[in-house]
């Protein structure tokens, strides 16, 4: 486990960035952060509110939908 969490940023068109990476990820990508107990926030680019919560509400549901 790292010591500061992964930063994301989510961007208008719901595209989620890791500026440390210089990559995009998906859902799935954080689903297996959360499974290898990494910690991440999530921030809006265009506000800095964190958005963590919402984005962990969506990786249930796509998995709750995906098995």
Do not use: C, W
Request: hydrophobic content about 40%; proline content about 3%; overall charge negative.
């Amino acid at each position: 486990m790292s010591a500061e969490p992964v930063v994301i940023k989510r961007y208008a068109n719901r595209r989620l960035y890791n500026p440390v990476a210089g990559s995009y990820v998906t859902i799935k990508d954080l689903g297996a952060l959360v499974e290898d107990e990494e910690d991440f926030v999530v921030y809006d680019a265009n506000t800095g509110d964190d958005i963590t919560h919402t984005v962990l509400k969506q990786i249930i549901v796509e998995r709750a939908r995906h098995g």
